[in-house]
Nanobody, 115 residues
Framework: QVHLVESGGGLVQAGGSLRLSCAAS????????MGWYRQAPGKQRELVAV???????NYADSVKGRFTISRDDAKSAVYLQMSSLKPEDTAVYYC?????????WGQGTQVFVSS
C-alpha cells in the first residue's frame, strides 16, 4: 500500500506564502509524474501543478508565476511553493502520484487564504 501524506496547509493572509509538502511511502523514481490538485467547496477538483519524471512542469493558468512545484527523489517527496496567495486559492490541496497503471492520492491539506 502506497501512502501519500501532505503537510504545510493552514491559514494565511492574502499576499502571503505557504509551502506544501507531500511525502510518499515508496520510491517515486519510476513514477510518471507527481502533481498537486485542489478542490474548493462546490467545485470540481482541478489540477494545480504537475511535474513529470523528466522534470517537465505544467501549471494551471490561475497559478502561473505564483506557484512552483518541485520534487526530491531521494526523499520521495514533492513540494508546492505558493506565493502571492489569493482568497480564490482557498481549497483542500491533494498530492497525486501516478504510475503507468495505478495512481495514488493523499488525504489532502486545507489551505485558507483570508482577504
Amino acid at each position: 500500500q502506497v501512502h501519500l501524506v501532505e503537510s504545510g496547509g493552514g491559514l494565511v493572509q492574502a499576499g502571503g506564502s505557504l509551502r506544501l509538502s507531500c511525502a510518499a511511502s515508496t520510491s517515486i523514481l519510476s513514477a510518471k509524474g507527481m502533481g498537486w490538485y485542489r478542490q474548493a467547496p462546490g467545485k470540481q477538483r482541478e489540477l494545480v501543478a504537475v511535474i513529470t519524471s523528466g522534470g517537465i512542469t505544467n501549471y494551471a493558468d490561475s497559478v502561473k508565476g505564483r506557484f512552483t512545484i518541485s520534487r526530491d527523489d531521494a526523499k520521495s517527496a514533492v513540494y508546492l511553493q505558493m506565493s502571492s496567495l489569493k482568497p480564490e486559492d482557498t481549497a483542500v490541496y491533494y498530492c497525486h502520484l501516478e504510475y503507468i497503471v495505478e495512481s495514488y492520492w493523499g488525504q489532502g491539506t486545507q489551505v485558507f487564504v483570508s482577504s
